[in-house]
C-alpha cells in the first residue's frame, strides 16, 4: 500500500524539494556565472565587460599568493587531520574503558562554530608576554590556523574511521592472525585497504573543507599581517565586500574558486577510490 502511494503522490513530494533546490541553488549559481562577466554595484546595474574580471582576478597579486597559502594548509591539515583521526580511532576501538567519554569529549569541538573557535584560539594574553600574536606573525598564523582545524575536525573524522574499523570482518583479521601476521603487517595489508572507503570519504571532506575555510581565518588571523594568512575563501569576499567597483572580480574569483574545488575534490575521489577493495 505503502509502494502504491508513493508511486501515486511522488509529485507531491518531488515538485517542492525541486523548486526550493532550483530556486536556492540553481538560480543564484547560474546569476552568479553571468555577474562575474559583468562591472556591478547592485544586480540591477551590472554591466557585461567579458574576461575582464577574470584577467583582472588573475592579475591582482594577492590572489595567487592566497591559493598558495590555502593549498599549503591544505596539504598540511589532510596529513595531520587524517593521521591523527585513524589513530585515534584505532585506540578507541581496542575495547578500553572510557572509549564513549573519550569520542564524545573528541567529537565536542567539532560542534563548536568557526568564529566563536577563532576567537578562542587567538590566545592574546600568552603572545603578548613574548611580545607578538598571531595576526603579526604569518609562521604563528599559519600554524595556528592548522591546530585550529585539527582540533575542530579530528573528532569528526575520528567518528568516520570508527565506523569503517568496526565494518571489517572480524574473520578476515583471524585469517590474518592465523597466516602469522603481526600487529603492523594486519594494520597495512588488511586494516587500511579494507578501510579505503572511509579514508575516501575523510580526505574528500579534509581537502575540500580546507579550501573553502572562511570563519576560522576571519576571527583568528583577517588575514594578517598584510595578507600573509588570507585564505581564498576571505580573498574573495575582501574583494566583493573590501574593495569598491571589485564585485565583479570578486565574483569571478568565486567562480575560480569552484571550479578548483570541484577538479580538486574529483582527482582525490578518483585517486582514493581506484585503491578501494571489494569486500
Known amino acids: 500500500i505503502m ?7 511522488w509529485p507531491v513530494f518531488l515538485i517542492p524539494t525541486m523548486a526550493a533546490f532550483v530556486i536556492g541553488f540553481i538560480v543564484p549559481f547560474a546569476e552568479g556565472i553571468y555577474l562575474s562577466f559583468c562591472k556591478f554595484t547592485t544586480i540591477r546595474d551590472a554591466e557585461f565587460v567579458g574576461l575582464q574580471n577574470y584577467i583582472d582576478a588573475f592579475k ?17 591539515t589532510l ?11 584505532l ?8 572509549t564513549n567519554i573519550f569520542r564524545t569529549i573528541f567529537f565536542m569541538p567539532n560542534l563548536i562554530g568557526g568564529i566563536v573557535l577563532g576567537y578562542v584560539w587567538q590566545l592574546d594574553a600568552i603572545f603578548s608576554k613574548f611580545d607578538t600574536a598571531l595576526k603579526l606573525n604569518e609562521v604563528l598564523g599559519f600554524w595556528g590556523l592548522v591546530i585550529l582545524v585539527c582540533w575542530q575536525q579530528i573528532g569528526y573524522m575520528m567518528i568516520v574511521y570508527i565506523a569503517g574499523l568496526q565494518a571489517i570482518p572480524e574473520d578476515i583479521q583471524e585469517a590474518a592472525m592465523i ?9 597495512f595489508r588488511v586494516t587500511i585497504p579494507n578501510m579505503m572507503p572511509s579514508i575516501t570519504i575523510c580526505t574528500f571532506l579534509t581537502i575540500t573543507n580546507s579550501f573553502k ?3 576560522q581565518n576571519l576571527a583568528l588571523t583577517g588575514g594578517e599581517p598584510l595578507h600573509k594568512t588570507e585564505m581564498l575563501a576571505l580573498n574573495i569576499y575582501e574583494t566583493f565586500y573590501g574593495r569598491v567597483g571589485y564585485e565583479g572580480v570578486g565574483q569571478a574569483k568565486a567562480v575560480i574558486f ?20 571489494q569486500q
Open 79 to 89: 596529513v595531520l587531520i587524517n593521521v591523527l583521526a585513524f589513530l585515534v580511532a
Open 179 to 187: 597466516d602469522g601476521a603481526n600487529r603492523t603487517q594486519r594494520l
Open 60 to 76: 591582482d597579486a594577492t590572489f595567487p599568493d592566497a591559493f598558495k597559502f590555502t593549498t599549503l594548509f591544505a596539504i598540511v
Open 91 to 98: 585506540a578507541l576501538t581496542q575495547k578500553i574503558k572510557g
Open 3 to 9: 509502494e502504491k502511494t508513493i508511486k501515486r503522490y
Open 213 to 215: 575555510l572562511f570563519d
Open 258 to 277: 569552484f571550479i578548483l574545488v570541484v577538479v580538486i575534490g574529483l582527482i582525490q575521489l578518483k585517486l582514493t577510490r581506484s585503491k578501494e577493495v
